[in-house]
């Protein structure tokens, strides 16, 4: 199998697929960079005209814009704090406070770093681990698959911030947001009042523009000092290559935050979000100066951004090799592949093996490079951005936002449904109510929900099945470590303070 | 020759150029074919790669355009070809029995009546899959387990409502005995949890199956012959089990098709299916094919829609 890995190069090295990455990589910054623009929707674009390329031109270019696109939504969410994709979340955390302390730049170079080296983990992990990480993938039946939803709702509680109320509020409205749409089940309609556009559900790129994307535009045009241009204006760059050997104290979170994209990727239907949240999560827990994170860490941006690109090659793991796509870019390349006639399983590595390890080979061209690639554009063209007058900026959003979702699916309903998630996004703002538990409850929820009820299903009714297999005994600790370890530790100061008091 | 037969020869000549030259002017522009799926589906694959032939075969240099109007398990775009202009310049992908199906357990703006049937395309007929190291390997096997405890043996299918479910009940009948249903959306999950072990027994399609030969037991496939994808596998009828079922992909337009139009149309499909070429592309998109041409089709769709309302009434599924 490491023999047709080196077949498949020279096809790769020539001019044209080598042109079609370069290509993608930069599309595929640029659509992530643009809010309401995403990789799954540039590339559902682009499918019908690959019909009649050449399969690794077309992979190729999707590869590239899977790459780019995973960096490229970092770029917005540090300079203005709105994420350019739904993975892009976690980075805005402590990439918007850099940036406002006028240290955007270095986040920018921060993410691109940690984004390429997460890709090339990615892309030598589906390289030479497929076919045993295929395996890991199917001892996840539905049941294991819940506990690994739990796992990441409980990553909320840390997302939750001063107010636990309100959070807990906003984790339910997202939720609440999962329910709508044709039941997964029995395909009842829940919350849909006849509207078939509802059905089956809710686009998390809907939600997450209106309520990330709109209300920041909004106020650019409201309040013109409501983002310090002082600051953001003046990115404070150094040449990358001089910044990289100040980052190479974050190799633990580069190391940690890798393993966890890998690990989200090939767990079908989690994505990208999902692993930056958890690498995010992680990376603090372990950091030495946890109190400091959200105000500005440049290692928050490195996990974030390390799994949100580790989580893009693995995710096509258990998408080649079973069908099912780790993520729904993954899903919508499938059907790339599917319409040069590649099926996924098996056969797919022994009979189109140039096209499968060429495709892979790709991958991990794309992620390196973004350094090259990713570096120039960021510092150089849409940093320059921001030193556009504020109200136009906020009218280009504004007008970019409804192109991206009207897009989505070719209607309007979902232009409306985003304005409307808008005006939420914007009495959220202005009440203080945290955004990121909704997106968490909107992408766990419905899969929390859906696994659920098949393992009981499976099961019988009998709940004892959530406890059954060992790889749920295991996350069911893990579950619990992560739930009562900060209880413990918070009971052990107290009790410190207490003695020391008395 | 005398005169009656010259003036018969020339009516039939002039009758003939007559037809032709209204058949010619269809079509005159742009074909839209609407897709109830995203691109890069299995239905949306099966559009694109019939096409360019129904261009060919239509003539005119007309070209055949791909809309992809994806949502509700396709009826966004089935409901948008129903209510098309019927000229002939709006047809549509059909899924059987799914789009039917809908027409009970959903409120639809389309009933069987909506549509001119053209032509059904790909049959995928079912199959029933173990995990390779599952004891279950033949029907026999199945058959005693499924009898021996009520709903022990767990089911892992696409959705409900759909030709797997459809075939689980007519498998029900035919072995007396209960299932418990596991509805994954889609059958790649399905066949996943399969492999994984976590349930007894899956019925996916064919087409499905003919990748993982190696990962899944199957037990035998729903059709009258053995099928062109993988002609090892047994039919049931083989095995002394009467059930023929599956997935059905074809082309519709919205009622009241002009008749020269349905006839052009109906041509250049037959003429497609006849294509060597066309029968290779789809077969190396693993679709499998069976021709169902106009009324034969209509009585295909009818017979449909009357088994998954039998179902719907003893058996409904929300």
Redesign the interface.
């Known amino acids: 199998m490491y023999g047709n890995l080196i077949d498949a190069l020279p096809s790769v090295l020539s001019l044209g697929n080598l042109l079609a990455v370069v290509i993608g990589v930069v599309a595929g910054i640029c659509v992530g960079a643009l809010p309401g623009l995403s990789a799954t929707m540039a590339i ?1 674009v682009l ?2 005209f690959t ?1 009649g390329m050449d399969p690794l031109v077309a992979l190729g270019m999707m590869a590239g814009i899977y790459n780019g696109a995973m960096y490229g939504g970092s770029i917005p969410a540090v300079l203005l704090r709105i994420p350019g994709t739904p993975a892009a979340v976690a980075t805005s955390f402590d990439g918007y406070p850099m940036a406002q302390q006028g240290r955007g730049g270095y986040a920018l170079q921060v993410a691109v770093v940690s984004s390429a080296l997460g890709g090339i983990v990615s892309a030598l992990v589906l390289m030479l681990l497929a076919p045993p990480l295929a395996k890991v ?7 294991e698959i819940f506990w690994v939803a739990v796992f990441g709702m409980s990553a909320i509680v840390f997302l939750l911030g001063g107010d636990v109320l309100k959070g807990l509020i906003s984790a339910a409205f997202g939720v609440f947001v999962s329910l709508v749409g ?8 829940r919350y849909t009042f ?1 509207h ?2 509802l ?2 559900g809710i686009n998390i790129v809907v939600l997450l523009v209106g309520l990330y994307a709109l209300p920041p535009a909004i106020g650019l045009l409201e309040e013109v000092r409501d983002f310090d241009t002082e600051n953001t204006g003046r990115l404070n760059t150094t040449s990358i290559w001089k910044a990289i050997p100040g980052m190479l104290k974050y190799w633990k979170t580069w190391v940690r935050s890798s393993i966890i994209g890998v690990f989200v990727g090939i767990l ?1 239907g989690a994505g990208g979000s999902m692993a930056a949240f958890l690498s995010y999560n992680e990376a603090r827990r372990a950091s030495k100066n946890p109190e400091e994170w959200g105000k500005g860490e440049p290692e928050g941006v490195a996990a974030s951004e390390t799994s949100n690109n580790a989580d893009t090659a693995a995710a096509l793991i ?1 998408a080649l090799t ?3 796509p780790g993520t729904a870019v993954a899903a ?1 390349m ?3 592949l ?2 040069h ?1 590649l ?6 590595f022994r009979d189109n093996p140039e096209i499968v390890f060429g495709f892979m080979w790709q991958f991990l061209f794309a992620a390196v490079l973004l350094i090259f690639l990713g570096g120039a554009l960021a510092t150089n063209s849409f940093a320059q951005v921001l030193r556009l007058p504020r109200p136009l900026l906020g009218a280009i959003i504004i007008s970019l936002v409804f192109i991206g979702v009207y897009s989505i ?2 209607r309007m309903f979902d232009v409306y449904l985003m304005l409307g998630f808008g005006l939420i996004g914007y009495f959220m703002d202005k009440l203080k109510f945290p955004l990121p538990p909704v997106v968490l409850g909107l992408i766990l929820g419905g899969f929390a929900e ?1 696994n659920l009820r ?1 393992a009981l ?2 099961g ?1 009714g009998d709940w004892g099945i959530l406890a059954s297999s060992p790889t749920a005994k295991i996350l069911i600790g893990m579950i619990l470590l992560v739930v009562l370890m900060p209880l413990f530790s918070r009971l052990r100061r107290s009790r410190k303070a207490n003695r020391v008091a008395g | 020759m005398g005169f009656k037969s010259i003036a018969i020869a020339t009516a039939l000549i002039l009758s003939s150029s007559m037809s032709t030259a209204a058949l010619a002017d269809y079509p005159e522009k742009r074909i839209d074919m609407i897709v109830g799926f995203a691109a890069g589906g299995g239905t949306d694959v099966m559009a694109r790669t019939i096409g360019p032939y129904l261009e060919k075969y239509l003539g005119n240099d007309t070209s055949v355009v791909v809309k992809n109007m994806p949502g509700a398990s396709g009826q966004i775009g089935v409901t948008a070809v129903a209510e098309a202009r019927p000229d002939g310049y709006t047809i549509g992908t059909y899924n059987l029995p799914g789009t039917m199906a809908r027409t009970l357990d959903r409120d639809a703006d389309y009933d069987a009546d909506s549509f001119t049937y053209l032509a059904n395309v790909v049959n995928d007929p079912n199959v029933i899959v173990t995990p390779k190291n599952s004891d279950i390997d033949t029907m026999d096997k199945l058959v005693e387990a499924a009898q021996k405890r009520p709903g022990a043996v767990t089911v892992a299918m696409s959705s409900l409502g759909g030709d797997d479910h459809f075939f689980l009940q007519k498998l029900s009948d035919v072995t007396d005995a209960d299932y418990t249903v596991v509805p994954f959306s889609g059958s790649a999950p399905a066949r996943s949890a399969l492999m994984g072990g976590h349930v007894t027994m899956g019925i996916i399609n064919v087409s499905e199956v003919v990748a993982f030969r190696d990962e899944l037991n199957v037990l035998g496939i729903a059709s009258e012959e053995r099928s062109s994808l993988a002609d090892d596998i047994p039919t049931f009828k083989e095995q002394g089990v009467d059930l023929v079922n599956g997935a059905l992909r074809g082309f519709v337009a919205p009622a009241n098709l002009p008749d020269n139009v349905k006839a052009k149309l109906l041509d250049a499909f037959q003429k497609t299916y006849d294509d060597p070429d066309f029968q290779q592309a789809m077969r190396r998109s693993g679709n499998p094919t069976e021709l169902a041409l106009g009324d034969d089709f209509k009585s295909l769709n009818a017979e449909q829609l009357e088994l998954a309302k039998r179902i719907w009434e003893t058996h409904p599924w929300k």
């Open positions: 559902s499918i019908p019909f993938t199917l001892l996840f039946g539905p049941t044709a039941d997964t089940i029995t395909g009842a309609e006849g078939l556009e059905l089956d079908p258990p079973l069908g099912i919508v499938l059907g790339g599917l319409i006639g099926q996924p399983g098996p056969m797919l699916n070719g859906q098949l299903r499976i019988g």
